[in-house]
């Protein structure tokens, strides 16, 4: 029967990434056994508190807070998962730009074609999605950047809202 591998289950837990299932599974030990351990020797899981703030931290611009009063096992785990974080956001950022562009492309095409802005006018879904299509990638680039207004709603039209308007600037066209 083959050790208990209780440091890297410690790091693990630390980190805060896995659910104690998904480490007890991968370790072959129960979440109880986890909890445990944790309570008996004051395991903290506060892993993906700071490395969701060294990934603000990244996006504001800013020195990334220090790991402090964890294991070497563990800061290091943790800067690992933040800069992977960091990559993947950095790729979905541009993603959301390259989105935008093509998006912004399409309706200058459009601009130029009198047309396909009849055709867009007939059909108010293709409108409706290209201006969704440009709030999701704004709201993507917004939120990896941390831009976010923390009061402002979500929607701030509701749908009928957003029909009516584009009604509205169809008939200006």
């Known amino acids: 029967m083959t050790p208990i591998d209780w440091l890297s289950i410690e790091t ?3 980190k805060g990434i896995e659910s104690n299932r998904k480490i007890g599974d991968r370790f072959g030990v129960s ?4 909890r445990r351990r944790a309570k008996k020797y004051g395991w903290v899981r506060d892993g993906a508190t700071i490395k969701r703030e060294r990934v603000k931290a990244h996006f504001a ?4 807070p220090d790991i402090v009063g964890q294991p070497k096992a563990v800061a290091e785990a ?3 998962a933040a800069d992977e974080d960091i990559r993947d956001m950095d790729m979905g950022l541009q993603n959301a730009r390259l989105a935008l562009q093509l998006v912004n492309k399409t309706l200058r095409t459009i601009k130029m074609d009198e047309r396909s802005i009849r055709m867009l006018m007939l059909d108010a879904k293709n409108l409706k999605l290209l201006t969704d299509t440009n709030r999701t990638n704004i709201d993507i680039i917004r939120r990896i950047r ?4 923390p009061n402002r709603k979500d929607d701030d039209m509701t749908e009928t809202e957003l029909d ?3 009604a509205e600037l169809s008939k200006k066209l």
């Open 31 to 34: 979440e109880a056994s986890i």
């Open 12 to 14: 693990e837990f630390r």
């Open 61 to 64: 611009g800013k020195a990334e």
């Open 146 to 149: 941390g831009l976010d207004d």
């Open 164 to 166: 009516a308007r584009i």
């Open 78 to 80: 943790i800067m690992e």
